[in-house]
């Protein structure tokens, strides 16, 4: 499993090295944030679904291992918020940050492990379709996730959104409408015409790297090592309660091994680099979501090879 971590710890390290020696600035890093999110990740999404054959019963056992999960975890932590601040000394936006900690996911390294890693690791046989599980569980993430973390930021954070401010940000991401709209080609049958289904493959194999070097920049490693209590809590639940809890749902699902797969790589990472944003515009600890993001992606390199092995 290490081997298959490695390729994605040398682009994440060339990312760090860019940014600090290489000029690669926050105004060059935030157009590659862009270009990723709007252009290339959606291309990379559409391609998968379009061109896949999905059980409908893998759909349904993803369903209830990563939206259901997310649900469940988002709103018990909101309940139990009183006794969660007073153990770990956190206010209303600090709070906010931990709940986005815990249930949003960076999905561009597992799908760079998927991709990128299990190919440089000798003797690696994935199940067929991974790639497009791995989409559809993105989005399944991505509606629950981005409600529960809007809702607590307008409640909870300085006030600095609506309670239609989660519709907006749903209606918009181009990540889910991708997913929308790979999944009507590819379950209608209509498909994709050869150059379209090339020229959105050129897109999307350039965005794995892409990403790695994106993820890598914009790490803050410096603010790592004065890490509070419910920084490290929050890395506890996502890197190995969370994918525990998605493997014991998949079994008792009898959910297929690629399913399964699916659902515990995209526990097992880091929460979404995109948390910081969402912190900083709707009134969270923006700095402390900064330092999850930093302590999560560094040690999901060494808890995702242990997950899967477990896991397997």
Not at 167 to 178: F, S, W
Not at 190 to 209: E, I, K, Q, S, Y
Not at 217 to 230: N, Q
Request: hydrophobic share 60%; net charge neutral; glycine share 10%.
């Amino acid at each position: 499993m290490l081997q298959a971590v490695a390729p994605l710890l040398l682009l994440i390290v060339a990312g760090m090295a860019l940014a600090r020696f290489g000029g690669f600035d926050e105004e060059r890093r935030r157009a590659l944030d862009w270009l990723l999110f709007f252009v290339l990740m959606p291309a990379f999404i559409v391609s998968r679904l379009a061109t896949a054959e999905i059980d409908p019963a893998a759909v349904l056992d993803l369903l209830l291992a990563v939206a259901g999960l997310v649900a469940a975890m988002g709103v018990a932590l909101m309940m139990a918020r009183v006794p969660i601040c007073r153990l770990l000394s956190l206010s209303g936006p600090r709070f906010t940050s931990f709940l986005q900690g815990v249930i949003r996911n960076n999905f561009f390294i597992p799908f760079a492990l998927v991709e990128i890693g299990f190919e440089a690791r000798p003797g690696a046989a994935l199940p067929d379709g991974l790639a497009a599980l791995m989409a559809i569980a993105v989005v399944f993430n991505i509606v629950p996730a981005t409600a529960a973390s809007v809702f607590a930021l307008t409640r909870y954070g300085h006030g600095g959104g609506t309670r239609l401010s989660w519709v907006r940000a749903l209606a918009g991401n181009p990540l889910v409408l991708a997913a929308l709209l790979g999944a009507l080609l590819g379950g209608s049958g209509v498909g994709l015409a050869a150059p379209f289904a090339t020229a959105l493959r050129m897109l999307g194999d350039g965005v794995l790297g892409l990403a790695l070097i994106a993820v890598g920049a914009g790490l803050r490693i410096e603010g790592v090592p004065g890490a509070g209590p419910a920084v490290l809590l929050s890395a506890l639940l996502k890197l190995l309660v969370m994918p525990a809890l998605a493997w014991a749902i998949t079994w008792a699902a009898g959910a297929e091994p690629a399913v399964r797969l699916a659902a515990v790589l995209l526990h097992a990472a880091p929460t979404a680099a995109g948390a910081y944003i969402l912190a900083r515009q709707l009134g969270g600890d923006a700095e402390t979501m900064a330092s999850m993001i930093s302590l999560q992606t560094a040690a999901c390199l060494l808890t995702m090879p242990l997950v899967l092995w477990l896991a397997a």
